[in-house]
């Protein structure tokens, strides 16, 4: 390969710029001045932390963190917190604001921020973690809050990096204080249903889509990639719903069956034997000719940038559906829309999550939980009303979906700054 086609390809691969140049032709497409575009791009608040903490071994160590809270216009800033050794602050201001735009799209009343914090959790043990964790929230004390910034888990922090979080919190403020942050245990203030809540919000937005094209779900195949929490719970919902999970593709491999595939065995086998292949509801087959079977869904859920425009051409389904963050190029865009692949795109698909985490916010305020049912039809309303917002601003506007959820977000967002005025 050349030096310049593998430029390119970087480039390609580059989720920042893609998500830069998504932004900028939706900008563009709804006549954004450029003051506007100037206030959109940049962070409200980034704040860089120095966290000393004495490790297990009686050395002390300074780790840094991050909180960025890029638009606070429509409500409190939302969105995880990643610990990572190769984690910067370009990275962090890029998530925090797709996580603005992910909001916008799906109508909940939050701004978009992340956090991490520069650390090899691989190399740390329990003990380490939460005390990095406790500086790190008494670093950002007063940023975060049930009004300011929720923070949730994101890459290699989970529920009792959360519970860390709100104990701590809740200690400087007297007080217990569940909803600083979401996606805590369901006996801490947890809700009912997120654990399924993304795939769940995929299987809402695909049977959307089947209706669309008047597929019968018990005529549609599926094939999904990844089988992890995304992957397993849009699989099996899908499943429950009628429609035929072919084909499940992971790290070793995939697994096909025409007649569909039972994925609470395929889930089984994969505990027992710590692989999805050689289940016997199915058989071995090349992850890559999983990817570019004919089928009539596909759901990237694993990871970003595995459909680029080395194999969007090949790619033979219907219907695309995002489970995942950045699955896809800008360039596999242009060549899925020219073959007239209907991209469900991730900051709707996959927004079920965030939508669930605000469900989580509303019931801790509420000090009232609802029950599974309930959590269930209010992300079915969500989730089905921004599907429509979403095709509905691309079918009046001419463009593609992705462009029409980016559009619709910035609409909203400055739709919000405005009415709100520039304070001076
Ligand atoms: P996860 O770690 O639970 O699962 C990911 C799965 O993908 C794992 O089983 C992994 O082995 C598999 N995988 C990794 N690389 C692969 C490859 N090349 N081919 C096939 N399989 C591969 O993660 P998750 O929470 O399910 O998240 C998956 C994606 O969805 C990520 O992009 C994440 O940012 C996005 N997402 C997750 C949520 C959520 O609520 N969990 C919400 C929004 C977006």
């Not at 390119?8 to 998504?22: G, M």
């Not at 900028?24 to 709804?30: C, D, R, S, V």
């Not at 003990?127 to 923070?151: Q, S």
């Not at 701590?168 to 569940?178: C, E, F, K, L, P």
């Amino acid at each position: 390969m050349s030096a310049e086609v593998t430029t390119s390809l970087e480039k390609e691969l580059n989720t920042w710029l893609a998500a830069e140049a998504r932004f900028n032709q939706a900008a563009e497409a709804l006549g954004l001045d450029d003051g506007m575009r100037k206030i959109l791009r940049t962070p409200a608040r980034e704040i860089a932390v120095a966290i000393p903490v004495q490790l297990d071994d009686g050395r002390l160590q300074v780790f840094t963190g991050y909180r960025v809270q890029h638009s606070l216009a429509r409500g409190p800033a939302k969105g995880g917190i990643r610990y990572a050794p190769d984690v910067t602050l370009d990275e962090v201001r890029a998530l925090a604001a797709w996580m603005t735009w992910k909001c916008a799209v799906v109508n909940i009343p939050f701004g978009g921020g992340k956090g991490a914090v520069v650390c090899n959790p691989a190399v740390l043990s329990m003990g380490e973690l939460e005390r990095i964790t406790r500086r790190y929230t008494a670093e950002i004390l007063d940023f975060i809050g049930p009004e300011r910034d929720v923070p949730a888990p994101d890459m290699n922090t989970n529920e009792q990096t959360m519970a860390w979080i709100m104990d701590t919190y809740s200690m400087h403020h007297r007080t217990t204080v569940t909803a600083v942050v979401t996606g805590k245990p369901l006996d801490l203030g947890g809700s009912r249903g997120r654990v399924e809540a993304t795939g769940r919000g995929c299987t809402f937005v695909v049977r959307e889509a089947l209706k669309r094209f008047g597929i019968p779900p018990a005529d549609t195949r599926v094939v999904v990639q990844g089988f992890g929490n995304v992957g397993s719970m849009g699989a099996k919902l899908m499943a429950r719903c009628g429609m035929r999970v072919v084909a499940l593709i992971e790290v070793e491999g995939a697994v096909y069956n025409p007649q569909g595939l039972d994925i609470e065995a395929l889930m089984a086998h994969r505990k027992e034997t710590g692989s999805i292949l050689d289940f016997d509801g199915g058989e071995n087959i090349p992850a890559a000719q999983a990817m570019l079977m004919d089928c009539d869904v596909l759901v990237p859920a694993a990871k970003e940038n595995v459909i680029t425009s080395q194999n969007a051409g090949q790619i033979r389904a219907r219907i695309l559906c995002e489970g995942a963050n950045g699955p896809t190029t800008a360039e596999a865009d242009r060549i899925l829309a020219e073959n007239g692949v209907f991209v469900i795109p991730d900051i709707l698909a996959n927004a079920g999550g965030v939508t669930v985490s605000y469900f989580e916010w509303v019931q801790d305020r509420q000090g009232y939980f609802w029950n599974e049912q309930l959590v269930n039809e209010r992300l079915e309303e969500i989730m089905v009303n921004s599907f429509q917002d979403v095709t509905g601003y691309a079918d009046k506007h001419s463009v593609n979906n992705r462009i029409a959820a980016y559009m619709l977000a910035l609409d909203r967002v400055t739709f919000a700054i405005k009415l709100r005025g520039i304070y001076a």
